[in-house]
């Protein structure tokens, strides 16, 4: 039974409709369709609430900033979660939402032309999204700088001017610090000149309102999740793998994509369909494992290009290692057992990120940690807690309790992180190819090997 006071309220119309609709934009750091599904940081924090409140959460992605802002104030949706910078001009036509994350500002130049030092240094074609709160604070700094010029795009995102920028179409675009971080994986031209001001707050749009209940709702879940450590962990799982970004590394992986990968691509795809897998993941492995070179071998005797042990080898009925199509097969086997025995009560996509860790480890050793991080109060289901307690596995302290003693903990740190990021490019390079926007040389000539 609905509480009198919750009566006719805008919470107690979306319980009693069973569905909360929420306007988003589509991008990575917001929510996009993932290999498992919606994805991204606004998508898993309104799944979260939408759940909490015991009712369907329906998405709309806006074509741009203007939908969003033109859709919560029209009634269209219940709030906006839209990775939305907190300001003072958008607080007189909206209210906030409690803020979740801080991002900078960021003025960002193709590194094959000159650096800008600041703002009076900018002389080139700059342009913004529309109606976005890069453009409310370039408005504020004309007034220090009347030199200033720039354009309101009202057709593209920042994506799309990012990726201007890197063709060198455009010089400059302004985009958030997570944005940036994010993409400049795969636009390796990019590099940010300088930050715009001082660090800024992103929160949930609402439009302005006497009724409070939803608002208050979403204030108090914030303040929950924030204790829990879940919001931590929610920003952890977007943008933790990709804080230390390798330009020389990531330029050497591109380049092997396009020299390498073809050749083994199809037996990539052959284990994956084989394992019910994805090839991008066993190739980001392979990766890792070997840069994809079959005769790899490392100072500990595992060889090829998943660099399985003997032991391993034999398990997977594998009598060479050193031959691609065996070796990838094996990993493929090795890794889709490991992944079975994670706990069924672990989600994805934390079950595959410890099933990555125990495919580099040792599933006794995962094991050890997890009881660590039990121990330790936090949530053995997360691989953000769990991460945190592998390195304990290398301290006497820690080790001599376990049932697997000592390991080097802090090794699938790294392993996994650098997974997941040349995952992410694999999965960018491969969507842009089949846009027809993006990187065709890389992906085009794969389907044509034999």
Do not use: C
Request: charged share 25%; no cysteine.
């Amino acid at each position: 039974m609905i509480p009198a006071w919750l009566s006719d309220s805008t919470l107690e119309k979306i319980i009693t409709k069973g569905e909360l609709v929420v306007l988003t934009r589509n991008s990575p750091t917001t929510y996009y369709e993932g290999p498992d599904g919606p994805a991204g940081l606004e998508y898993d924090l309104a799944k979260m609430l939408a759940d909490e409140l015991g009712v369907k959460l329906k998405m709309i992605a806006a074509q741009n900033l203007s939908q969003v802002l033109a859709g919560v104030e029209n009634g269209a949706a219940d709030f906006a979660a839209a990775g939305l910078t907190i300001t003072e001009d958008r607080k007189e036509f909206f209210r906030f939402g409690p803020p979740y994350q801080a991002i900078t500002e960021q003025l960002i130049y193709n590194i094959n032309n000159p650096r800008p030092g600041s703002i009076d240094d900018l002389n080139g074609t700059f342009e913004v999204v529309a109606y976005s709160s890069h453009n409310e604070r370039l408005v504020k700094l004309k007034k220090q700088h009347p030199s200033l010029n720039w354009k309101e795009n009202d057709e593209l995102e920042n994506e799309d001017l990012l990726q201007l920028v890197a063709d060198d179409v455009l010089d400059y675009t302004m985009v958030d610090s997570n944005e940036f971080m994010l993409n400049q994986r795969f636009m390796l031209d990019l590099r940010a000149a300088f930050d715009i001001g001082e660090p800024q707050q992103l929160g949930w749009l609402f439009p302005k309102s006497k009724d409070n209940s939803l608002y208050d709702k979403v204030a108090a879940f914030f303040d929950k999740i924030r204790t829990s450590g879940d919001l931590t962990r929610l920003i952890e799982r977007t943008y933790g793998h990709t804080k230390d970004f390798d330009y020389v590394g990531t330029l050497i992986f591109r380049r092997h994509v396009a020299q390498r990968l073809p050749r083994y691509r199809p037996f990539f795809e052959a284990a994956a369909k084989k394992y019910n897998l994805d090839w991008r993941l066993l190739a980001a492995m392979g990766y890792q494992e070997s840069h994809w070179d079959p005769k790899a071998v490392s100072p500990t005797g595992v060889r090829g290009i998943m660099m399985l042990t003997l032991r391993t080898a034999a398990e997977m009925g594998i009598e060479n290692r050193l031959k691609p199509e065996s070796s990838i097969m094996g990993g493929a086997e090795y890794f889709s057992n490991s992944l079975q025995r994670i706990p069924d009560d672990i989600e994805e996509p934390d079950r595959t990120w410890m099933a990555l860790a125990a495919y580099n480890i040792g599933y006794g050793h995962l094991e050890d940690a997890r009881i660590i991080t039990e121990q330790l109060d936090k949530d053995p289901r997360r691989w953000f807690d769990v991460k945190q307690s592998l390195p304990l596995l290398a301290k006497r302290k820690w080790y001599k309790n376990t049932r697997h003693g000592y390991a080097r903990g802090w090794e699938p740190l790294q392993y996994v992180e650098n997974i997941r990021s040349y995952y992410d490019i694999l999965r960018w390079l491969e969507d842009s190819q089949q846009e027809k926007i993006r990187e065709p040389d890389a992906f085009s000539i794969l389907p044509q090997v034999p």
